[in-house]
Nanobody
Framework: QVQLVESGGGLVQPGGSLRLSCAAS????????MAWYRQAPGKQRELVARVTSGGITNYVDSVKGRFTISRENPKNTVYLQMNSLKPEDTAVYYCNAEVATPLWFDYWGQGTQVTVSS
């Protein structure tokens, strides 16, 4: 089994910063893409940012220039640095990883709440 454990969410004022972390553990042979999704109340889950095993990144337009995704492959960990946060960034953020065990499966974290409010 593989587990993804997220941390770093919380309440922050507009313009503030937060850093999310997600560590994968268990019977892992290798990890492919890692990503962060978010889901706001009443909205569909959306992809926020993705990083390949080689470090190539892509972002949803609404966070470009404000969020940075990165990963530490030896630690099986992915991060999301969020700066200049806006109220519309409020959502539950989920970590996602493509993991080979050796069969490839998609795994999700339990979610961490990010609330941007004054």
């Amino acid at each position: 089994q593989v587990q993804l454990v997220e941390s770093g969410g919380g309440l922050v004022q507009p313009g503030g910063s937060l850093r999310l972390s997600c560590a994968a553990s268990g019977r892992i042979l290798t990890i492919g893409n890692m990503a962060w999704y978010r889901q706001a109340p009443g909205k569909q889950r959306e992809l926020v940012a993705r990083v390949t095993s080689g470090g190539i990144t892509n972002y949803v337009d609404s966070v470009k220039g404000r969020f940075t995704i990165s990963r530490e492959n030896p630690k099986n960990t992915v991060y999301l640095q969020m700066n200049s946060l806006k109220p519309e960034d409020t959502a539950v953020y989920y970590c996602n990883a493509e993991v080979a065990t050796p069969l490839w499966f998609d795994y999700w974290g339990q979610g961490t709440q990010v609330t941007v409010s004054s």
